[in-house]
């Protein structure tokens, strides 16, 4: 099993690279977030690796950090979601951002992906949402999360608080991560319109 390469950045295309390892070339697939980190040809590059084996071929896939390794893994194991589409997820939601949206159930950001509609993305968030905990994720993704998992079924404040800022414009994405910023700040008693108001002030800043 190769789990890391680190070598010369030989070539890059679109959705891979070849990474030279004393000689040695090693193509290796990847997100567009990771080709980008890897910088210039010849540059001294570092990956963590998830090599796959089928019958017919042997594939490398490469990622600039371990979230994004975990995330792929994650991703991989929701039925419709192959390599290339956890890749394509990965390309335009950096693993932070990834959780957050998984947090916010938040279909429309899953489906900014190629690949990735309406149907899959519901998939994805049904199924990924009690997994994302395991993760090494940020702080603040954390509490996300865990906030959450604490809700009660039915309406919340906080449910009712992201709703109205979607209401008025904002993206879930963005209306949840600033709700939750503003009800850690205010404590578990605060109220709808305290949670909008303190939300609306965290999308100003």
């Known amino acids: 099993m190769i789990a890391k390469l680190s070598g010369l950045l030989d070539s890059t295309g679109l959705d891979w690279a070849i ?15 990771t080709l980008r980190r890897l910088g210039s040809t010849g540059n001294a590059v570092s990956v963590h690796t998830e090599m ?5 071929k042997i594939a490398l896939y490469g990622f600039a950090d371990l979230g994004e390794r975990d995330w792929f893994r994650l991703l991989t ?8 589409v956890a890749l394509n997820i990965l390309s335009v939601l950096a693993p932070d951002r ?15 992906a190629d690949g990735v509609g309406p149907k899959l993305a519901a998939r994805i968030l049904n ?14 993704a954390a509490t996300q999360i865990q906030s959450t998992a604490a809700q009660p079924a039915g309406s919340t404040a906080v449910g009712d608080a992201v709703s ?42």
Do not use: M
């Open 164 to 205: 109205a800022l979607v209401n008025l414009g904002y993206k879930r994405i963005e209306a949840f991560t600033a709700v939750n910023k503003a009800a850690q700040s205010l404590g578990a008693e605060a109220d709808v319109s305290g949670l909008i108001r303190a939300g609306l002030k965290e999308l100003s800043q």
């Open 77 to 84: 194991t929701v039925q419709g979601v192959g390599a290339r």
């Open 19 to 33: 990474i030279d390892v004393n000689g040695v070339g090693y193509l290796i697939s990847a997100s567009t977030r």
């Open 98 to 112: 990834l959780t957050s949206a998984i947090a916010a159930q938040d279909k429309t950001t899953l489906c900014e």
């Open 52 to 56: 796959w084996v089928s019958e017919d």
């Open 127 to 140: 199924e990924l949402k009690d997994k994302v905990a395991t993760l090494a994720i940020s702080p603040v």
